[in-house]
């Protein structure tokens, strides 16, 4: 879901309506949200929508480490020494690629160390809110980025870090949370309009 706006728009588990409406159809697997809130004017929202694919009971040391991250708190152990988001640019113009080496490049990093983070939990799913603007360096790389997507091919990865237990091992090995690509995307050209719950939007 790409939507462009005056505003922020925080939360779209709430404010989408067919994505509320898919999270709370029976039988739906559990689905974890992405949504990165792009600097504007015009403000974008990115929302990545995962559905749980590994059924609960099959890996259990995952099991008990995400339902920390789910259910715990917004702090050190429980959250943001926790998601880890691991970039990777398989295809880029040449000047996109330098300027984002000035910057530091597109490495791992631990989003909670870097940017404001919201966390929104619902019966059926939880929303992680990743605030670009609040960091001038990930401000100035979306920049980049943004304005050059359609000639872009960007893998995305997340993990939940390891390594908070007193035990260590008692959280390896880690996996892989979820995935996926942007290929060629143009936000400018299919952004999506549609009627969003802007009630308690600042």
């Not at 989003?111 to 059926?124: C, F, M, S, T, V």
């Not at 260590?168 to 942007?182: G, S, V």
Request: aromatic residues 8%; glycine residues 6%.
């Amino acid at each position: 879901t790409r939507r462009s706006s005056d505003l922020p728009m925080p939360h779209m588990a709430k404010r989408s309506p067919k994505l509320k409406a898919a999270i709370n159809t029976p039988g739906m697997p559990f689905t974890f949200i992405v949504t990165w809130l792009i600097p504007g004017p015009p403000h974008y929202t990115v929302s990545i929508v995962f559905v749980r694919a590994i059924p609960e009971g099959q890996d259990p040391k995952f099991d008990k480490l995400f339902k920390i991250f789910l259910d715990g708190e917004d702090d050190v152990p429980s959250r943001r020494a926790r998601f880890k988001f691991i970039p990777s640019i398989v295809k880029c113009p040449f000047l996109v690629s330098a300027a984002l080496r000035t910057l530091g490049g597109m490495r791992p990093v631990i989003i909670g160390n870097k940017l404001e983070n919201q966390y929104y939990r619902g019966k059926n799913y939880m929303e992680l809110v990743i605030n670009i603007s609040s960091s001038k360096v990930a401000a100035s790389i979306t920049h980049i980025c943004t304005g050059t997507l359609k000639n872009m091919i960007v893998d995305l990865g997340f993990l939940l870090e390891a390594g908070h237990e007193p035990e260590f091992e008692n959280e390896l090995p880690e996996r892989m949370l979820c995935c996926c690509r942007f290929k060629n995307c143009d936000l400018k050209g299919s952004a999506t309009e549609v009627d969003f719950d802007v009630s308690d939007v600042d």
